[in-house]
Nanobody, 126 residues
Framework: QMQLVESGGGVVQAGGSLRLSCAVS????????FGWFRQAPGKEREFVAA????????HYADSVKGRFTFSRDNAKSTAFLQMNNLKPEDTAVYYC???????????????????WGQGTQVTVSS
């Protein structure tokens, strides 16, 4: 079993930055694929970014490409999402997810992940 705990959310003005953290316990961090998803009020959960462990590839939603960056620290079993140039439309609850059996074609599908964190709120004011 793997436990994920997100932190780092908050309120920021448009154009600002935040770095979300996903602290992981249990499982094998270095051999896990991680994804970030978000859900805004009244909207469906959407894919934001993912890191696939076996080829170390990163993948981003078009809406965040060039602004958000995934990284990880294997020694601390923590994944990060650096978010720059934030926009009001980035406001959502952000979730970290993990899995070990994902392939490239399933990275953007939430149900393909086995483990989820509780989420952290990001609010971007205009």
């Amino acid at each position: 079993q793997m436990q994920l705990v997100e932190s780092g959310g908050g309120v920021v003005q448009a154009g600002g930055s935040l770095r979300l953290s996903c602290a992981v316990s249990g499982g094998t961090f270095s051999r896990s694929t991680f994804g970030w998803f978000r859900q805004a009020p009244g909207k469906e959960r959407e894919f934001v970014a993912a890191f696939k462990w076996n080829d170390r590839s990163t993948h981003y939603a078009d809406s965040v490409k060039g602004r958000f960056t995934f990284s990880r620290d294997n020694a601390k079993s923590t994944a990060f999402l650096q978010m720059n140039n934030l926009k009001p439309e980035d406001t959502a609850v952000y979730y970290c997810a993990a899995g070990t059996r994902l392939i490239t074609s399933t990275l953007r599908i939430g149900t393909a992940y086995d483990y989820w964190g509780q989420g952290t709120q990001v609010t971007v004011s205009s």
